[in-house]
């Protein structure tokens, strides 16, 4: 089997993108709900990105070195649109169900709204969610054959 290397490419991010998630969003939910503070995150949180840039790094070297990088065709760039796309509408989704929770935290009486941090949580899980769907569904076109 012969993959491209945007195909290699987008296993490795899914692969940061999981384990940075992993590392990161049930420690942060828990410890907001605890009612932690958002700057005892902060090692955490540059663990996160210490690990993204580590996993990117070594992945796309690896299969830099190991694969005839031809550059981008058709349909790649094809590909990189479509899931661009949906992964658009799944932040889009994202963002209103945020916009709805504060609402009907707000509206309901005895229900205090979302606290501005964990407003900021559910935005990052947002644009994760959406950045894990575009690259889920990248991997999708190419298994696919599109």
Known sequence: MDWSFEE????????AVVISSWLFFPVALTHLAAGGELRELAGRAILVVFVIVVVEIVYHSIFAIASR?????????LISMKADKWS???LAFGVCWIIGLIVVRDVL???PPPSSVLIAIYLLLALTVSEASKILLQIWYYRTGI
């Open 8 to 15: 290699k490419s987008a296993w490795g991010s899914l692969l």
């Open 69 to 77: 990088n031809t550059g981008s065709d058709e349909r790649d760039v």
């Open 88 to 90: 658009g509408y799944v």
């Open 109 to 111: 009486p005895g229900s």
